[in-house]
């Protein structure tokens, strides 16, 4: 359980679902965990859980979306444990689920700036730091809608699909400086973000429409983000990474 020994993960939205349980999974194989997040309770909860298992983490209160705490995100964490060898770019919203022409233009700035900016703005920081240090490894949280789309969700897949084109062109700038950047697309999982789709009626009928008839786990996602930070994915760079139960949106 020592594959992370001597690294330091930095992980967005660490504060709940799909974050928190890959942060702790970090922390469980000896890697120095940094959670990053604006909800500080939740923050420190995750920090919590990964001491309580062994593990060595810290929580540094981050909105996304403004860099300047992107940056000093970045800074705490060398300065704190001198290096960033993984970053689990995360932090993501839905927003409100609505057609193209009902969706309103606060939805769009909250979507857009959390997903893609957020997205942005992590690398912008992150891989001067890798540059430095000689590599490292950035794994984007995009989504199936990241690769397909459906009804309702224009502009969260749009923002979506901007995250495995930005983690795809930063792959074929930055591999030469041996830093591997991957997009995984999630389906859905059983997260605070599913919450209200899972209460709905139709939730039963749902589920039964996805392949493998169930939700999936953060913790499921949470082991592929682990093995693609791991050396045993050392070839493995650009790319969208499904983990769906079969069901693309
Ligand atoms: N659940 C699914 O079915 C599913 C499917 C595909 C992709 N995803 C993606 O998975 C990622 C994690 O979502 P989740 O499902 O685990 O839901 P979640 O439990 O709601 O987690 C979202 C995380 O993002 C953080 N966050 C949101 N806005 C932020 C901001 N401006 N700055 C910093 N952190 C921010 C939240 O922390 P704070 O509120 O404390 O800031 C929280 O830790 C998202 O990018 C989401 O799009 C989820």
């Known amino acids: 359980m020592n594959t992370f020994a001597g690294k330091v993960a930095l ?4 504060s709940s679902g799909i974050g928190r349980a890959t942060a702790i999974k970090f922390g469980e194989r000896a890697a120095k965990v940094v959670v990053a997040a604006r909800r500080e309770k939740e923050g420190k909860e995750t920090v919590e859980m990964i001491k309580k298992a062994g593990g060595e983490a ?13 940056e000093n995100m970045v800074q705490q964490t060398v300065k ?4 960033l060898d993984i970053a689990f770019n995360n932090a993501g919203v839905g927003g409100i689920m609505a057609r193209l022409i009902r969706t309103t233009e606060d939805t769009f700035d909250e979507v857009v700036d959390t997903n893609f900016k957020g997205v942005w703005l992590s690398m912008k920081y992150e891989i001067p730091v890798m540059l430095e240090q ?3 490894v950035i794994i984007n949280n995009s989504s199936t809608a990241g690769v397909s789309t459906a009804e309702r969700l224009s502009v969260y897949s749009g923002s979506k699909h901007a995250v495995v084109a930005i983690s795809n062109a930063a792959s074929t700038e ?7 950047v991957v997009a995984i697309c999630p389906g859905w999982i ?11 009626k139709d939730a039963d009928a749902f589920q ?3 392949p493998l008839k169930r939700w999936g786990e953060p913790e499921e996602v949470a082991e592929m983000v682990i093995w693609l930070a791991s050396d045993a994915a050392s070839f493995v760079t650009g790319g969208a990474f499904i983990i769906s139960g079969g069901m693309n949106v």
């Open 11 to 14: 992980v967005t939205g660490g």
């Open 58 to 70: 810290m929580f540094v209160q981050t909105d996304v979306r403004i860099a300047s705490q992107v």
């Open 80 to 83: 704190k444990y001198g290096h």
């Open 134 to 136: 000689g590599g490292g």
């Open 174 to 180: 930055y591999g030469r400086d041996n830093i591997r």
């Open 190 to 200: 059983k997260t605070r973000m599913t919450e209200e789709l899972r209460a709905r």
């Open 208 to 210: 039964s429409s996805i």
